[in-house]
């Protein structure tokens, strides 16, 4: 299987700049495996769409504020994502102007209102997958990064980030904090369309995985099997696992919100089929020829031409259907990626 073969062409201005005017306002493409057809539906009918005996997974993580900016002792500006403490005390973090960013060099912060922050960082590794480690003056609360950092929108936004992007590019359930990328899926949905979605008897349980900055690194092999995934961590808590495991003996659905959401529950799943690894590290990759042990159904946003995140929905419901629902969509001029519309793969 070819990287070249996921590719298809999409008109810049359908990759959306802006989230919605309101949350859940968006449009619903439904792609249905089992009738073998795609349909155009509003976010808000999402609710009369799901098979009555599902249960739905979301993803809690929450989105830090992990892009900081700092200035050099040369008085370069630098661009940092911090994407998670080492177990030595530095943090990880992606930087700009990379080359440049050698072992040794220190670096002031700064806050938003572009005086220095009391906090300093130096640069102790340089990683082999070109992150840099940095161990901080002061150890790290999320008060630094409320005072210094910024959303980290994906790098298909063309723009800074303001100040509505620090509710809009977070979901209403995010709770545990540890993302520098939302589960974007997550964001169409209201408090009122998950009430709703109980009241028809349909519960929602909640899983953690945080998203890393490897799930915008594009797919750089001449074949998808040669790629090495990003590795994440999940967890899912006990009693969530025997409710879900539960509902899956009993015949019932399980929907997934969002990738994220599936690579935890398919990661958790032993071959039997149950939930029984309830937490780690992984780098599990889904491409077609994978085989589901958990999930039945998802709901995701639009994916990146070449994506691992296009060769998953791809193995849930065939390269070929996928292709043609996305051809649909942008004739349809749907909006594409994170703040952009919703796909609903239904069997």
């Given at each position: ?6 590719y ?6 359908l990759i ?7 949350r ?19 976010m ?298 919703a796909?609903?793969i239904?069997?």
């Amino acid at each position: 299987m070819l990287t070249k073969d996921y590719y298809f062409d999409l008109p810049s201005e359908l990759i959306a700049q802006e989230p919605s005017e309101k949350r859940g306002e968006d449009k619903l493409l439904l792609i249905d495996r089992k009738a073998g057809v795609f349909s155009d539906h509003m976010m808000d009918e999402f609710p009369s769409l799901i098979h009555k005996n599902s249960v739905i997974v979301v993803n809690n993580s929450r989105v830090r504020k992990a892009r900081v900016f700092g200035v050099s002792d040369s008085g370069g500006t630098v661009e940092f994502l911090f994407l998670g403490k080492e177990d030595d005390g530095a943090w990880k973090c992606m930087v700009t102007k990379t080359r440049r960013q050698k072992k040794g060099k220190s670096y002031c912060f700064l806050l938003h209102d572009g005086s220095e922050s009391p906090v300093r960082g130096e640069i102790v590794r340089e990683n082999e997958d070109g992150t840099r480690s940095v161990q901080l003056s002061e150890d790290l609360g999320e008060e630094f990064f409320a005072q210094c950092g910024h959303v980290p929108l994906p790098p298909y936004i063309k723009r800074e980030d303001k100040w509505s992007d620090e509710t809009r590019y977070q979901t209403v359930y995010a709770k545990r904090m540890g993302s520098v990328a939302s589960p974007t899926a997550g964001l169409h949905f209201t408090a009122k369309l998950m009430d709703e979605v109980r009241s028809m008897g349909i519960p929602i349980y909640e899983v953690t995985l945080h998203v890393g900055a490897g799930t915008f690194l594009p797919v750089r092999t001449e074949n998808i099997e040669d790629h090495h995934m990003h590795t994440e961590h999940y967890e899912i808590e006990k009693e969530t696992a025997e409710a879900l495991n539960k509902a899956k003996a009993e015949g019932r659905r399980i929907v997934a919100i969002g990738t994220t959401s599936v690579r935890t529950l398919e990661s958790a799943a032993d071959d039997s089929g149950r939930l029984s690894k309830l937490s780690g590290n992984t780098d599990i990759f889904i491409h077609p020829g994978y085989s589901f042990r958990f999930v039945d159904d998802l709901l995701t946003n639009f994916h990146t031409p070449e994506s691992t995140l296009l060769m998953l929905v791809s193995a849930l419901a065939g390269k070929d259907f996928i292709f043609r629902a996305y051809e649909h969509a942008i004739e349809k001029r749907y909006r594409f990626f994170s703040y952009g519309d919703a796909t609903f793969i239904r069997g």
